[in-house]
């Protein structure tokens, strides 16, 4: 079922409320508008003279249920906060409408910043992975076994080629297992993008292609993990 939400521009009492919850807005049937505007602070997926902003949450999912993935024997893993590129790491769909120009929707918004929501999501599916006993947070007494370090380089609309609208990802991960308190060895430095065909240009379909694109990256990075685990436990 498909629930419209209002953007509360006020900072909720918890961001992690709606991860688990399984929150999430969605405005179907909006379409792309014949013109494309490419002023900040317009809408490219509401063809409303007033359009109303909205917020949307994301959620991946695994394809596989948690019993099927086994232990690697780490003990720990922690996922440090994301980082995220200007114009990125703001709340707005950043849309690309051609090789040199972008745009801002200000009317679809995520609830919070992409970085906060990928940090928690990938936090979510390493804990479903049973890649380790627990994932922590960096600030944890415990220290971890493996520690995750992101950068969101780009999470965009793309709308070069209207009729062939994509979603694209594009997240820079490194891989570090703890010796100590004074250093530590990076095992894995390594960029990981993934590029979701649309069904159409609406704000919902977006969302699904953002999930998708995120699930596909979060995949390889628990291939990755695995991998390294198998050498360093």
């Known amino acids: 079922m498909s629930h419209e939400h209002p953007v509360n521009l006020s900072k ?7 991860f688990r919850g399984g929150l999430r807005c969605m405005i179907p049937g909006i379409l792309l508008g014949m013109i494309i505007v490419s002023m900040p602070g317009c809408s ?3 063809r409303s003279k007033t359009p109303q902003p909205h917020q949307f949450n994301l959620e991946v999912t695994r394809t596989e249920p948690q019993s099927a993935a086994g232990s690697t024997g780490i003990d720990s893993i922690a996922v440090a906060p994301f980082s995220a590129a200007i114009p990125f790491s703001g709340t707005s769909f950043q849309v690309r409408v051609s090789d040199q120009e972008w745009t801002e929707d200000y009317f679809h918004r995520f609830i919070t910043g992409p970085d906060i929501l990928v940090t928690q999501l990938l936090r979510n599916w390493l804990d479903d992975a049973n890649l380790a006993e627990v994932v922590i947070l960096p600030n944890s007494t415990v220290t971890p076994h493996l520690s995750v370090t992101g950068h969101i380089r780009e999470l965009f609309l793309d709308l070069r080629d209207p009729g062939s609208p994509k979603c694209h990802v594009n997240i820079d991960l490194e891989i570090t ?8 060895d990076v095992l894995l430095s390594e960029n990981f993008e993934s590029t979701v065909p649309l069904r159409d240009v609406s704000a919902e379909s977006a969302i699904d292609g953002w999930e998708l694109a995120l699930q596909n990256i979060f995949i390889e990075i628990e291939k990755s993990l695995r991998s390294i685990a198998e050498v360093h436990q």
């Open 12 to 18: 909720p009492d918890s961001v992690y409320e709606y």
């Open 177 to 184: 297992k703890n010796i100590g308190t004074a250093k530590s």
């Open 44 to 46: 490219l997926l509401n």
